[in-house]
């Protein structure tokens, strides 16, 4: 875990500092100065072209993380060390060529689907359907920038593409939102700087490859024999149809309200949606260095590493993720009192908590996903990604008519729910891997005693600042009970090394 360590806890303070800036954005720009209706149609947009980027990937993002050690592996008889680092026998140029045929074939997709998709919005959300041309360069930018950020990863450099996704492009976004407020632009000028921040987001991806010395465009047709193109195509197949699925799930509850009950409702439902991501923040960085290790484990059929690094991450994952989403709903009433218009965004508190309880699964199990995606096993994960779809396309429709954005919030936790402990049981049956482990049982008992003793907390008479103090404080003690319980020995590790240099 010493690289994953390292490149994770770098990678999560830059994300944690893009978080600082998207706080500002959401905090004092977003709910002040843009109605509902008008967040809503940025967070649409952005879905919207992330579902069509999903597509247009042609499964690249998981064949670049499942096929590098292939095109690495026998590289180094033939080549010098330097021409090894680049080239990687044209491995990135099929990293470029496979998205772009993507790209055309979804583009085509995306027109013809012009009118259903617009008659299905005109009523609720007029604005979405006068914007939806800017779909299309808004996910074109998101395809290059994700594809990038990937390759990046492979390399084991994480740090610099994190910085840009989520510190980078937040002040980009920013920017874009500023120039509205202050009437410098109009709403047609700020969609259009919505969509130029990832196109410079997936230029700054593109000169740090290039600038790193590490990567070469240039293709080697000879080094693909039909037995690679054929493991290559089967895969990409399989992930393009388990992407239809994959993208689509994550989708289905903003489409639902938008459709439903209008943009104003989607714009409240994202400022929750930004509020509970903080949960996943550390898992992102985390993933991103140990997929590449999880497939090169799964590669040299290394069982005991394989589990050894599941449990590590999810087990890392549970904790920090857990402590988050404790501390924000221990404060959940005091941060819409700060909030700009807090009140008309409070009707979604509950909301903040299924979503947080969701991220937290995506936390602590995404990595179960990764592990039979690489396996032989993986054309499984298909069957669970429709499944993880049919269950949200019915949970949404049941709960969204009902229970309104609180319905669509809890529609993901069970659809999620459903999915995981599917997996999870296969991982455990196929791959002989299982992500549970003790340390998971005693954070959760830990989180759970911690969130009782705050609830007594806030039926005491006094101010919400005060309260909010005492709880935080019982907050603070719960974390210190954990790394001195070394419930993630990782963690504890991490900051007594921190600590030694400090005091060094």
Known sequence: MGIIARQSIKGTIVTYMGVFVGFLTTFFVLTRFLTAEEIGLARVLIDVATLLCGLMQLGTSSSIIRFFPYFKQEKEDALSA????????GFFFWTIAVPFIGLLLFSLLFWALNVPVKHLFEDKSQLFVDYYYMV?????????????????NVLMRIVFPRLTRELLLRIFLLAAYLLYAFKVVSLDGMVVLLCLSYGLAALCNIAYLFAYGHISLRPNFRYVDRTLARKYAY??????????????TPFLS???????????????????IYI????????????????????????????KN??????????NSLLVGGLILTLIWINIDLIYTILPNGELYAAAKYVVLLL???QLLLAAFNASISVLNFSKYYYLSLVYSFILTFASLYFNNLLVPIFGIDGAALANLLSYSVYFALLCATVGILCKASPFSLPQLKTIVLLGVVI???????????NIWLSSVIKTSVWCITAWIAYYAKLSPEITDLVNNALKKRKN
């Not at 994700?146 to 390759?151: A, C, D, V």
């Not at 903003?254 to 929750?272: D, Y």
């Not at 991501?277 to 799964?298: C, D, G, Y």
């Not at 394989?306 to 087990?315: A, D, E, F, P, T």
């Open 254 to 272: 903003e489409g639902f309200i938008s459709a439903q009950l209008g943009l104003e409702q989607t714009g409240i439902f994202s400022i929750a």
């Open 235 to 248: 895969y990409t197949l399989f992930q393009i149809t388990a992407a239809v699925a994959t993208v689509l």
């Open 276 to 303: 509970a991501a903080m949960v996943s923040i550390p898992n992102r960085s985390l993933n991103a260095i140990a997929n590449p290790q999880l497939a090169q484990a799964t590669k040299d059929g290394d069982l």
């Open 136 to 152: 299309l360069p808004l996910a074109f930018f998101m395809l290059y920038q994700t594809i990038f950020e990937t390759n990046a």
């Open 356 to 358: 947080g309880l969701t």
């Open 452 to 462: 009782g003793i705050c609830t007594a907390v806030g039926y005491m008479p006094c």
């Open 82 to 89: 330097d021409q090894t680092d680049r080239s990687c026998n």
């Open 306 to 315: 394989l589990r050894q690094l599941l449990k590590q991450v999810s087990n």
